[in-house]
C-alpha cells in the first residue's frame, strides 16, 4: 500500500503502479503526438519526419512502462522527476479534453447556411472497390476502412462582404489525391466524375498528386474529366515535392489546369472579380506577391496547409481552401483525430473554420500515404457563395 506520511511508493501493488501509469498515459501520448503534428507541419528533411515518427511511436509504449518500471523499483510520488512527469500528463490530458470537446460540439459558423451530404459506395465487385498492388494494400483490406467509399458535399456560405449585386459562385474543392497503387486508378475516375458533376464555376484542387511518379499516366483518365467556366487551379503538396514538379506541373497543363502556386490572378467574370491565389510554402515556393492591385469582390487564397491560414489574415483574404491535414485519417471515438501534420495539431483537421473572419475550408482529401480511413471518408466538396445582402427582385 502506499505509504501516505512519506510518499514512498515502494509498498504499492503491481495494480496500482499499472493504475497510474495507464492514468498517465494518455497525458504523455497527448503531448507526443502534439510535437509529431508541429514537426510534420514544418519541411523538415525525410528522415527528420522518419525519426519523430518512429520515436513517437516507442514513447507512446515506453514511457508508460518505464513509469512502472521507476515505482516498482522505489521511485516516490513526491520526488520532483514523478511531479514533473504527473504535470506534463496534466497538461496533456487538458489538452486532450479540449480537443475532444471540439471534436463532439464543433462551432458552426452563422455564415454556413446548409450543409447537404451524399454518401457514395460501390458494390462488391465494381473496380473501384479493388485493392491495387503496391505500397499500402494490406492497409487498404482492414475491417471498417473508409477509403473505398466518398462524401459528395454540398456546403452554402453566405458572406458579409460580398456586394448584393454577386450573385452565386460555385467552387469545386478536392485536395490530397495521394496516387499509389492500392487505390486503383478506377477509384479515383468514379470520384472525379462525381467532382466534375458537379459543374462549379471554379475547380480547386489543393495539392499531393501522388506519391509514385509512375502514375502520372493517371492524371489524363482522372484530372481530364474537370473543367470549369472559371477555370481549374491546382497547387502541388509536400508528397510530390520529392518528384520532379515541373513535370508534374506540365501534366496538368496540358489538360487545362492552371498552376496557382506563388501567384495571384483576377478572374473576370462579367461584372464582378475575383482574386484568386495560391501558396505551397511552407515545402515549396513564395507567397504570392501581387496582392494589392485588385478591386476583387473576393479573394480567395488555396494553400496546401491550413497553417497559412495566418498569413492569409495579415493579406486580407476572405476565403482559405487548403487540404493537407487529412482529417486526421483514423478518428477515434469520443477524442476524434490524433494526428494531423500541422503546428495548430488537430485544430484544423478538416472542416470549417472562421478564423478572425476569414472562412477556411479544409478538405478530408481523397487518400493519403497510407490507404487507411476510420471514421474518416474521402471527400470532395462544391462550395456555393452568395452575398448576405442580395438586390431585392425589381417590381
Ligand atoms: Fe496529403
Not at 28 to 37: E, F, P, R, T
Not at 70 to 96: D, F, H, K, M, R
Not at 253 to 279: K, N, S
Amino acid at each position: 500500500m502506499v505509504d501516505g506520511s512519506s510518499g514512498n511508493v515502494s509498498e504499492m501493488d503491481v495494480w496500482q503502479i499499472v493504475l497510474l501509469s495507464a492514468l498517465l498515459a494518455p497525458g504523455w501520448a497527448k503531448l507526443l503526438a502534439m510535437g509529431l503534428n508541429w514537426v510534420h507541419g514544418c519541411p523538415w528533411p525525410p528522415i527528420i519526419l522518419w525519426s519523430t515518427r518512429k520515436l513517437n511511436d516507442v514513447l507512446v509504449f515506453l514511457l508508460p512502462i518505464l513509469h512502472a518500471a521507476w515505482l516498482w523499483n522505489g521511485g516516490e510520488i513526491t520526488s520532483p522527476l514523478w511531479l514533473l512527469v504527473a504535470t506534463l500528463s496534466a497538461i496533456g490530458s487538458i489538452v486532450l479534453i479540449r480537443d475532444a470537446w471540439r471534436y463532439q460540439f464543433p462551432v458552426v459558423p452563422d455564415w454556413e447556411v446548409d450543409k447537404q451530404v451524399e454518401i457514395r459506395t460501390w458494390p462488391d465487385g465494381h473496380p473501384a472497390r479493388q485493392v491495387g498492388r503496391g505500397h499500402g494494400s494490406k492497409l487498404a483490406r482492414f475491417p471498417f476502412n473508409e477509403q473505398y467509399s466518398l462524401s459528395i458535399v454540398r456546403r452554402e456560405w453566405v458572406l458579409d462582404e460580398l456586394p448584393p449585386d454577386f450573385g452565386e459562385l460555385t467552387i469545386t474543392h478536392f485536395s490530397d489525391a495521394h496516387f499509389r497503387g492500392a487505390v486503383t486508378r478506377a477509384w479515383y475516375e468514379e470520384v472525379l466524375q462525381e467532382a466534375a458533376d458537379f459543374r462549379s464555376d471554379l475547380v480547386v484542387f489543393t495539392g499531393d498528386l501522388l506519391d509514385d511518379e509512375h502514375l502520372l499516366e493517371w492524371v489524363p483518365a482522372t484530372f481530364g474529366r474537370l473543367h470549369a467556366r472559371l477555370g481549374c487551379y491546382f497547387l502541388l503538396g509536400n508528397h510530390d515535392r520529392p518528384f520532379d514538379v515541373a513535370v508534374i506541373r506540365q501534366s496538368l497543363e496540358r489538360l487545362g489546369w492552371q498552376d496557382a502556386a506563388g501567384r495571384g490572378v483576377i478572374l473576370h467574370d462579367g461584372p464582378r472579380q475575383i482574386f484568386l491565389a495560391g501558396t505551397e510554402v511552407p515545402w515549396m515556393g513564395e507567397h504570392p506577391s501581387q496582392l494589392s492591385a485588385t478591386k476583387a469582390s473576393l479573394r480567395v487564397l488555396l494553400s496546401h496547409t491550413p497553417d497559412n491560414v495566418e498569413w492569409s489574415i495579415e493579406h486580407g483574404f476572405d476565403v482559405v481552401l487548403a487540404g493537407h491535414t487529412h482529417g486526421g485519417q483514423i478518428r477515434l471515438p469520443i477524442l476524434g483525430p490524433v494526428y494531423s501534420p500541422s503546428r495548430y495539431g488537430v485544430r484544423y483537421s478538416a472542416g470549417i473554420f472562421d478564423v478572425s473572419g476569414v472562412k477556411m475550408h479544409v478538405s478530408f482529401g481523397l487518400s493519403g500515404r497510407e490507404p487507411l480511413r476510420i471514421n474518416c471518408r474521402p471527400e470532395i466538396t462544391q462550395i456555393v457563395l452568395r452575398p448576405r445582402q442580395t438586390v431585392p427582385p425589381s417590381a
